[in-house]
């Protein structure tokens, strides 16, 4: 049972390239969630998903898109980097109203 | 407004001293409440749940204040170990699960 794993670990992109970050978890939970964490800021929510096929918009969702196509896969893209999305991003998910489980973080730097 | 407010710290105290932690949230249709502990540049794990009529996990103790709207944690006999970010989070359950931070509360235990 590994929980909730993210790829990859560590990214560098440039200014206008695009990515896409994968969050897996194989515990069956039907909430699953995609923040950043900028010194200072806190975690914020950027989208999130309360079941497969279903996204919805957090607090940050500009300049991000997600997919939820299977129930253990949560998609986090870029379409076209910015200097302002420099940051550490974290996937989680949870079951019902219990406790919600974090990946290790993603360190997505863009120059 | 945020919807989750914390005190950022740093909280610096001795071993062995009582430290207690408050969080307000705006939002007074959020319906579950939580206590995480962040280390440095990891990813947030649970500390506890917080229940209205309040809760005890060995030294620590959460409380919640619905007329109020604020949820406290209070962690007593302070090791070194319990250095860390300390973040409260509410989930807003007529918002799909969203689950929201608070920026995080930052302690520092010294010898």
């Keep these: 049972n590994a929980g909730v794993t993210q790829t990859p670990k560590f990214r560098v992109l440039k200014t206008g390239q695009s990515m896409t970050l994968l969050c897996a978890q194989d515990m069956n939970h039907e909430y699953m969630y995609w923040y950043r964490q900028d010194p200072g800021m806190g975690l914020r929510l950027i989208h999130y998903s309360v079941g497969e096929g279903t996204t919805a918009k957090g607090e940050v969702p500009d300049g991000y898109n997600v997919s939820r196509l299977k129930k253990q896969n949560f998609l986090l893209g870029l379409e076209s980097a910015a200097p302002s999305q420099t940051s550490v991003y974290f996937c989680a998910s949870r079951f019902n109203a219990n406790e919600q489980y974090f990946g290790p973080g993603t360190r997505l730097t863009v120059t | ?111």
Excluded: H
Aim: glycine share 8%; aromatic share 12%; with cysteine.
């Design chain 2, 1 to 111: 407004r945020k919807e989750v407010e914390q005190d950022p710290g740093p909280f610096n105290v001795p071993e062995g001293a009582t430290v207690a932690f408050n969080c307000t949230y705006s939002n007074s249709a959020s319906q579950s409440f939580f206590w995480y502990r962040q280390d440095c540049r990891k990813e947030p794990k649970l500390l506890m749940s917080v229940y209205s009529s309040g809760n005890e996990d060995g030294r620590f103790t959460a409380q919640l204040n619905r007329a109020s709207q604020y949820i406290s944690l209070l962690i007593r006999d302070s090791k070194l170990s319990d250095s860390a970010t300390y973040l409260c989070v509410v989930i807003l359950y007529n918002q799909g699960g969203k689950l929201i931070f608070g920026q995080g509360t930052e302690l520092s235990v010294k010898p």
